[in-house]
């Protein structure tokens, strides 16, 4: 199993929904945050003689996955969230040990269903 963290633009929801829809995944966390990449939080080129990070918010979507489904998974989030100007995001990809349905103790791939 895979844990997918995707790190995208607010706006750009409804469409990685609807591309994580057709694919097949019918869940995931949607966490509002606040970050910086490379360009520290400046949209444009740095202006100023002062030197100021910026949070920009963010969306986080976090998704437990079946191992056979990463791919397609990570192509739809790919495709759907880019617009190809920077502050696009990040994705990050870890081995998820274990998933545990609380309702009926499920474990493993089954909880994920
Ligand atoms: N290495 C990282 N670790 C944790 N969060 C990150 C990391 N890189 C980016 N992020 C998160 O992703 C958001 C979007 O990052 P962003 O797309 O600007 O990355 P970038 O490396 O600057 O790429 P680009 O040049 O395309 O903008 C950031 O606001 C931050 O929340
Ligand atoms: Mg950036």
Redesign the pocket.
């Known amino acids: 199993m895979k844990l997918v963290t995707a790190?995208i633009k607010p706006f750009k929801l409804d469409d990685v929904r609807a591309a994580l829809t057709a694919v097949g995944v019918p869940h995931m966390t949607v966490t509002e945050?606040q970050?910086?990449?490379?360009?520290k939080g400046r949209s444009s080129l740095y202006r100023g003689a002062e030197y100021a990070v910026e949070f920009?918010p963010?969306l986080k979507l976090e998704l437990a996955l079946r191992d056979e489904v990463l791919e397609q998974v990570l192509d739809a989030i790919l495709d759907s969230a880019h617009t190809g100007d920077?502050?696009?995001?990040?994705v990050f990809v870890v081995d998820l040990e274990q998933a545990i349905r609380i309702r009926t103790r499920e474990t493993e791939t089954d909880a994920l269903r």
Not at 35 to 39: E, L, V
């Open positions: 790190i945050v970050g910086y990449g490379r360009q920009l963010k920077v502050g696009d995001g990040k």
